[in-house]
Structure formats: structure tokens, C-alpha cells
């Protein structure tokens, strides 16, 4: 598991630097009229606590550390809250929406990986529900933005106070994919926080789910 994903200290920066954006007011408006919701990779659990009014909503994640902020935060008693792999998990339900947002589809790297994941959602989707999923642009190659100079940003952390934080990526031109690390200085005491190097999908431009 990714430490970016998985180590408290780490996981504790992923609210600061995702805000509520259009692509969750999208998903909130497919959610109208829906009794059931399936949050797949749904992280710290935002969007699946905010679609959890007067329905059911389902999150699920790998990474506990993110189910532990996912739990606590406001609105997270009315979600189940699972932890397992968006390729084999199996709730022997079915749900009127489902959705995997925040890129999450990137992290199925090979073909096999992107039909396991596909199979689970279509075992869990009901007969008249629909699926949305989100996934960069490849033509894009947003990933060139990646580097230490490009991202170098100062964030305002609720614990550790002001941290300075940047990217570092590579790109293998064989494979097409995208491997990438984010560190976090604090600047109170210079304690260095980062993650190993994590792939993402490939980049190419046949692969609809390139980073």
C-alpha cells in the first residue's frame, strides 16, 4: 500500500489538498433520487458522507488510514463503511449509482486489473443504475506538471501549521506510465514527510484512464 494512502501523518494532508469541487456537485445531483450509493475508493469519505442523507451509501477503500478519517468525519456514522480492493470486493448487494471519483481508476494499471474492477462494479450495479467513473485526459499529459518546480506549493496544514510541499514524477515512454511521490516539509521544525514513488495508469493516448 501506497504510504501516501496508508501512514496517519500523511493521509492527514489529503483534505487539505482536495476541496469540494463541480465534479462533486455532478455526482451529488446523480445521486437525487437514489436509494443506494457505492462509494469505490471513496478515500477520506467526503462525497460518500455528503450523499448519505436519506440513503443508503456504502464507501470503500484499501487504505484504513483513510477509513479512520473517513469514520470520524461529520456525517460519517450514516456510511458502512469496507475496507477492501475495488478489484474483488464483494458486498452481495446491488446500488442504484456507483462511482469512482478522484482518478481513482488510474490506480488499475494492467488490462486485467481494469476488467476486475469493471466485474466488480457490474456485480454490484442494479439492473436500471448507472456508473460514473472520472479519468485525466491523456492528451493532456497533465503529468509534465508533476516536477519538484512546477508543484512546489505552501500549504497551511491544521496540525503541523505551514508546510512547504512539491511533486517529483517519471515517465517510462515504453510502458506510458506515470510514476509519482509528493514530500511535505514542515516548516516549524524542517520534518520531512513523503511517500515512495506510485504509479499511475498508463499514458498513452489509447488508454482512457491515462494520467
Not at 475508493?41 to 443508503?56: H, I, N, Q
Not at 460514473?132 to 516536477?147: C, H, K, L, V, Y
Not at 518546480?149 to 508546510?163: C, D, K, L, Q, Y
Not at 520531512?192 to 484512464?209: G, K, N, Q, W
Amino acid at each position: 500500500m501506497d504510504r501516501l494512502y496508508d501512514d496517519p501523518d500523511l493521509v492527514s494532508f489529503y483534505d487539505v489538498e482536495n476541496v469540494w469541487s463541480s465534479d462533486q456537485d455532478y455526482c451529488r445531483s446523480l445521486a437525487a433520487g437514489c436509494a443506494s450509493v457505492l462509494d469505490l475508493g471513496c478515500g477520506t469519505g467526503w462525497l460518500a458522507a455528503e450523499l448519505a442523507s436519506g440513503r443508503a451509501v456504502v464507501g470503500v477503500d484499501p487504505a484504513e488510514a483513510m477509513l479512520e478519517i473517513a469514520r470520524a468525519r461529520p456525517g460519517g456514522d450514516r456510511v458502512t463503511w469496507v475496507r477492501g480492493d475495488g478489484r474483488s470486493v464483494r458486498l452481495d448487494r446491488r446500488f442504484d449509482l456507483i462511482v469512482l471519483t478522484g482518478h481513482a481508476f488510474q490506480v488499475f494499471l494492467t488490462p486485467a486489473d481494469r476488467l476486475a474492477a469493471l466485474r466488480t462494479i457490474a456485480a454490484h450495479l442494479a439492473p436500471e443504475g448507472r456508473f460514473i467513473f472520472d479519468s485525466r485526459n491523456p492528451a493532456r499529459e497533465e503529468w509534465r506538471e508533476w516536477t519538484p518546480a512546477e508543484s512546489a506549493r505552501r500549504i497551511e496544514h491544521p496540525r503541523f501549521g505551514p508546510v512547504d510541499a512539491w511533486n517529483d514524477v517519471e515517465h517510462d515512454p515504453a510502458t506510458g506510465i506515470v510514476t509519482y511521490g509528493t514530500i511535505y516539509r514542515i516548516a516549524a521544525d524542517g520534518r520531512v514527510l513523503c511517500c515512495p514513488r506510485t504509479p499511475a495508469s498508463p499514458s498513452r493516448r489509447a488508454t482512457s484512464s491515462s494520467g
